[in-house]
């Protein structure tokens, strides 16, 4: 009969094993293991990690061994038992993942750098951070589950050593996030010794009071029990030789984990709980499982309600044994677990039983999994599929959550294939976990040759056929006909995919809308501008943002022309033209000599409303340019005397006029030209000269000076002209820039 712990006092610091014990532990099962690579990775890890300590004062290289002892007791390859050893030194000393390349192999330096990852996001207790974490898990797992299995090794080592730590909030989040991911993960793949003992360990410092209390009621029980249980485990060891059956036998007691979610699930009382105790009882062949259950139950009377055949119907995460209750002596109810030594081993260790001799290498063998009854990685899919769904990371915890904590259905499609659904499932589920598009299709499901209505409650043996339509629209309330993550994710998906379809639309009515009630055509080849502003990544997402009404027409309108709203009503003819001679009503200089010069210069044309900076020319005066003129690099920026600093007067603002150069290129089609003379007037702006630069057969280009009233307004015309359907593109341009005739 297993023991459980009671005491919750920190366990005694116990010499950390050497690199000799860990390489005997891994020769027992592995026995052609590169002894050379572990001792290596064994000294590097040491040699990294000398510096540093626990909490509890012991050298930190004692946590990588016991992870390295957890992932030998697993029976796993070389690689992974190197990950254990190495997993810390990329994150918490100077070495380097090319470190780890060099000295081992790729393949090592692949796991380290996956575990490392998951390590840095665990900083955080925060629920989004949480399910941030989550999603990377199930990222890394889905290349190779390697990176799990060392993760759950170490996670089961830190919560070994849990009670080191000094915070009781640090220790209870630690072990919420142990009960929430990590034991359910261990779980789903089928490593149920890991899976129970982080259970324990996390229980003990959730709720401590609860956990000493039930081990106190089990140790009060086994000591009251003992010689009954005794007396059942020969008698039944008795029965089966007289059968004909080899077999071990032994007992264990239910975790005190299990017992306490059966009280908080099921209402009852300690006593009432009938799987307290439990028999494993092990036999050579599946075969002989079924005679043993025979035997058992022609000796004691058996609880029908309590049978269950996970050989013939296995659990997803592989798992086969013969449950049944009996009732024996003293009236004590006893669960008996009967199962093959392949099944045993599996049930244990899940997918780490799977790792054996492959020809000369030793790693995981899937073929062997699928023959044992089904391969435990398959559990981890539904996971990828749930984040292949989208969503936000806090919505795919919520299903990652219902997929993991769920009891097990299983049911039939009508050419035989099992599918296991949670407890409560319906078939809109069912049509979910065969497939995604069966789903979005779905309008109606036959259960057992009948029709039943989607929101009905499937049980075991069910077998489902989907009726389905031809319109992938959910119809409102689907996703309250659902209990797996799986269908809730593509559900939501699918909604989501609906409503943007439908928000799309409206807002490009929208759009379309605005610039025709502001006498402009629309055009969504030329946003480009206007979605920078708005801070949007293309069109299609304008639309939803004009449909949701996040963005209305007008922001779309001040977007795409910049100064439309501009108030001043009239044109630039009722405004002076700034020039060089009357340059002091429109510049303000700063400890400028009296009498000195002022120049626009040519090359950069400046706009009121352009930042502008003024140079001391020697024999010509100061020139204004702007802050970004290439021209300026010329001038030696080491001398402070020939720099001047300039900026607008409000009589520049408000009263003048300058002329903006523009390049423009344009279709060679009748009624182009009037086009953009049509944009500039009605955006105010004036063309004072127009320069033809190339013309070919198709399109032809252009320049043209324009009165405007400052930079602001310039931006405005040129944002019009890319909006014509004549103009290919317009920029504005500096000084005398133009484009030379390549003929």
């Not at 049509?678 to 252009?702: H, P, Q, S, W, Y």
Request: aromatic share 6%; charged share 30%; hydrophobic share 40%.
């Amino acid at each position: 009969m297993s023991a459980v712990t009671t005491s919750l006092a920190p366990p005694e610091i116990a010499a950390a094993p050497s690199a000799d014990d860990l390489i005997a532990r891994v020769h027992r099962y592995d026995s052609r293991a590169d002894a050379d690579m572990i001792r290596r990775a064994f000294n590097f890890s040491k040699e990294m990690h000398a510096p540093q300590k626990r909490y509890s004062g012991e050298p930190y290289h004692n946590h990588v061994v016991g992870v390295a002892m957890n992932l030998a007791d697993l029976r796993m390859d070389t690689a992974t038992i190197c990950t254990g050893l190495l997993h810390d030194t990329v994150e918490d000393t100077p070495a380097t993942l090319d470190d780890i390349r060099t000295q081992f192999s790729p393949e090592i330096a692949a796991l380290v750098d996956g575990v490392t990852k998951l390590g840095q996001m665990e900083l955080s207790s925060k629920k989004t951070k949480q399910a941030e974490n989550l999603q990377k898990l199930v990222v890394a797992i889905s290349s190779d589950v390697r990176v799990l299995i060392v993760k759950l090794a170490d996670r089961l080592h830190n919560m070994r050593t849990l009670y080191h730590i000094p915070r009781p909030e640090k220790r209870e989040r630690i072990s919420a996030e142990t009960l929430d991911i990590y034991a359910p993960l261990a779980r789903r793949i089928g490593i149920n010794r890991v899976c129970v003992e982080l259970e324990d360990l996390a229980f003990q410092h959730i709720n401590p009071a609860a956990f000493e209390s039930i081990t106190r009621r089990l140790a009060e029980l086994r000591e009251r029990q003992s010689k009954q249980v005794g007396a059942m485990s020969a008698a039944i060891l008795e029965r089966l030789s007289q059968s004909g059956i080899e077999a071990r036998v032994f007992g264990r007691v239910k975790r005190p984990y299990s017992i306490w979610r059966k009280l908080e699930r099921k209402g009852v009382t300690f006593d009432e709980i009938a799987d307290i105790y439990a028999f494993r009882v092990i036999v050579a062949t599946p075969d002989d499982c079924y005679r043993a259950l025979g035997a058992i139950h022609q000796t004691w009377r058996s609880l029908p309600e309590r049978f269950r055949d996970f050989i013939s119907t296995p659990k997803p995460n592989n798992y086969r044994s013969l449950h049944t209750t009996v009732v024996g002596g003293g009236n004590v109810r006893v669960e008996l677990q009967i199962r093959t030594e392949e099944m045993e081993d599996i049930a244990e260790s899940g997918v780490a039983a799977h790792w054996r001799y492959k020809g000369h290498s030793y790693g995981y063998d899937p073929a062997a999994a699928r023959a044992a009854g089904g391969d435990p990685l398959e559990r981890l899919r539904p996971f990828v599929e749930i984040l292949e769904q989208g969503g936000d990371p806090e919505e795919f915890l919520e299903h990652a959550k219902l997929e993991m904590f769920a009891d097990q259905v299983y049911c039939f499609t009508p050419k035989g294939e099992l599918i296991a659904l949670p407890m409560g499932a319906t078939p809109l589920d069912f049509a979910y976990a065969v497939h995604t598009e069966l789903g979005h299709t779905c309008v109606g499901a036959k259960v057992n040759g009948s029709d039943r209505p989607l929101r009905t409650r499937l049980k075991n043996g069910d077998v489902i056929t989907i009726l389905r339509g031809t319109v992938r629209q959910p119809p409102p309330g689907w996703e309250d006909l659902v209990v797996t993550g799986r269908a809730r994710a593509a559900i939501r998906r699918l909604i989501r995919s609906s409503e943007r379809d439908e928000f799309e639309r409206i807002g490009k009515i929208i759009a379309e809308h605005a610039f025709r009630r502001d006498g402009k055509t629309f055009r969504e080849d030329l946003l480009g501008e206007a979605l920078q502003r708005l801070e949007l990544a293309n069109a299609g997402d304008l639309y939803i943002a004009l449909g949701r009404g996040r963005v209305t027409g007008n922001d779309l309108l001040e977007a795409a022309f910049p100064g439309r709203k501009d108030e001043r009503e009239e044109t630039t003819s009722t405004r002076e033209l700034i020039q060089d001679d009357k340059a002091r009503l429109y510049v303000r200089a700063r400890g400028l000599t009296p009498g000195v010069s002022l120049h626009f210069a040519a090359c950069c044309s400046p706009l009121p409303g352009d930042r502008i900076v003024g140079v001391l020319v020697p024999d010509k005066g100061v020139e204004i340019h702007t802050i970004d003129c290439e021209r300026l690099s010329d001038f030696d920026e080491g001398d402070e005397d020939q720099w001047i600093d300039l900026g607008w007067t409000p009589e520049a603002e408000e009263n003048a006029v300058s002329l903006g150069r523009v390049h423009a290129t344009m279709h060679n089609e009748p009624g182009a030209l009037a086009e953009v003379a049509k944009a500039v007037g009605e955006n105010r702006g004036n063309i004072a000269n127009l320069k033809t630069l190339k013309r070919a057969t198709d399109f032809f280009e252009m320049q043209f000076d324009i009165e405007v009233f400052d930079a602001k307004h310039l931006s405005n015309i040129v944002s019009a002209l890319k909006m014509c359907e004549s103009v290919v593109d317009a920029q504005r341009i500096r000084g005398d820039t133009e484009i030379e005739d390549d003929e």
